[in-house]
Antibody, heavy 124, light 107 residues
Framework: EVQLVESGGGLVQPGRSLRLSCAAS????????MHWVRQAPGKGLEWVSG????????GYADSVKGRFTISRDNAKNSLYLQMNSLRAEDTALYYC?????????????????WGQGTMVTVSS | SYELTQPLSVSVALGQTARITCGGN??????VHWYQQKPGQAPVLVIY???NRPSGIPERFSGSNSGNTATLTISRAQAGDEADYYC??????????FGGGTKLTVL
C-alpha cells in the first residue's frame, strides 16, 4: 500500500524550532520529487517546499524562505522539514505529498499521494 | 506572483452538472491540476494536466483549460461529491500555487 506518514508536529513557542518527518512506503521513493504543503485552520492549501528526487533542486515559498529547510534521505525513504524561527502564522496542518515526477519544479507535476498531516501550533 | 481565483462556493442539484472555475492570467498556457478535499481528510488528486483522471477517479470528473479560465466539471453530481476543490499550477515566480478553494454543495 502506498503510504506517507508524517510525524514531529506539536506545540512550540514563537522563535523556536521543530523538525517534521515523513515516512514513505509502497513506492520507489527515490524516483519522485516530494513536497510539504500546509493548511492553516479553516484555510486553504499552501505549498511550502519541494525537493527533487536526488535533492539536486529545492524550492521554498517566500513565506518560509530562509527559515525552513527541506531534505530527504532516500536510503531511509524519508522526507524532512526543519522549521526554525517559527511564527504564529506558521500554525497549520503540514502535509507531506508525493509528486508524479522526479522534478519538483515542473508544471507537469502534481501531488498524487498525500499523508494525513501533522499539526504544528506556534503559540506562547 | 501568480494568483489563481476560485469562487468561494458552488451549489448543484443532485444529479446535475457542477462547474468550478479557476481563473488566472493566461492560465490556458499552464498545466492545471485539481484536488478534492473532504472535511477532516487529506486532499485527493482528481484531475491532472488539465483533463487527465488518475486511476480510480470516476469518469464524471472532467477538466478543461483555455484562455484565462480552467474548469472542473462534475457530471451527475452525488452527495459524496460535497467537498472543497482546489486548482493548482506551477509558475516560475511562485513555484506551486493553489487557488483559494471552492466549497461544493450538493442540494
Amino acid at each position: 500500500e502506498v503510504q506517507l506518514v508524517e510525524s514531529g508536529g506539536g506545540l512550540v513557542q514563537p522563535g523556536r524550532s521543530l523538525r517534521l518527518s515523513c515516512a514513505a512506503s509502497g513506492f520507489t521513493f527515490d524516483d519522485y520529487a516530494m513536497h510539504w504543503v500546509r493548511q492553516a485552520p479553516g484555510k486553504g492549501l499552501e505549498w511550502v517546499s519541494g525537493i527533487s528526487w536526488n535533492s539536486g533542486s529545492i524550492g521554498y515559498a517566500d513565506s518560509v524562505k530562509g527559515r525552513f529547510t527541506i531534505s530527504r534521505d532516500n536510503a531511509k525513504n524519508s522526507l524532512y522539514l526543519q522549521m526554525n524561527s517559527l511564527r504564529a502564522e506558521d500554525t497549520a496542518l503540514y502535509y507531506c505529498a508525493k509528486d508524479i515526477l522526479p522534478s519538483y519544479s515542473s508544471g507537469l507535476g502534481a501531488f498524487d499521494i498525500w499523508g494525513q498531516g501533522t499539526m504544528v501550533t506556534v503559540s506562547s | 506572483s501568480y494568483e489563481l481565483t476560485q469562487p468561494l462556493s458552488v451549489s448543484v442539484a443532485l444529479g446535475q452538472t457542477a462547474r468550478i472555475t479557476c481563473g488566472g492570467n493566461n492560465i490556458g498556457s499552464k498545466n492545471v491540476h485539481w484536488y478534492q478535499q473532504k472535511p477532516g481528510q487529506a486532499p485527493v488528486l482528481v484531475i491532472y494536466r488539465d483533463s487527465n483522471r488518475p486511476s480510480g477517479i470516476p469518469e464524471r470528473f472532467s477538466g478543461s483549460n483555455s484562455g484565462n479560465t480552467a474548469t472542473l466539471t462534475i457530471s451527475r453530481a452525488q452527495a459524496g461529491d460535497e467537498a472543497d476543490y482546489y486548482c493548482q499550477v506551477w509558475d516560475s515566480s511562485t513555484a506551486r500555487v493553489f487557488g483559494g478553494g471552492t466549497k461544493l454543495t450538493v442540494l
